[in-house]
């Protein structure tokens, strides 16, 4: 599984953006697929998953409300749409796929098999 990230740039605080993530590939529907971001200095960190199904999704406590992580099985695509941006926001956003079966794996970097090559958010105050 080959995965593009999307969709980033630059936006003033209280924007919006939708990340987009386009996989290549056979079994895109049976990968969980999710959401991590890098700030500069900082280690990776979770920011929402979705299960094979789109039916379970999940998301860190820092983005709730105002990030909805959705997929579309039939364009092997999952996005991000973001909204109420705010600077501490501002990081690299990759996605990731991987087959993971419990709802504690889904926030852990190292339970996914595969990995895009993350879009630039930076979000100015």
């Known amino acids: 599984v080959q995965l593009q990230a999307s969709g980033g740039g630059l936006v003033q605080a209280g924007g919006s953006l939708r990340l987009s993530c386009a996989a290549s590939?056979?079994?895109?529907?049976?990968?969980?697929m999710a959401w991590f971001r890098q700030a500069p200095g900082k280690e990776r960190e979770f920011v929402a998953a979705i299960t094979w199904s789109g039916r379970s999704t999940y998301y860190a406590d820092s983005v709730k409300g105002r990030f909805t992580i959705s997929r579309d099985n039939a364009k092997n695509t999952v996005y991000l749409p973001m909204n109420s941006l705010k600077p501490e926001d501002t990081a690299v956003y990759y996605c990731a796929a991987g087959i993971i079966s419990t709802p504690q794996g889904m926030s852990v970097p190292r339970e996914y098999d595969y990995w895009g090559q993350g879009t630039l958010v930076t979000v100015s105050s």
């Open positions: 590939g056979r079994a895109f529907g049976l990968y969980v």
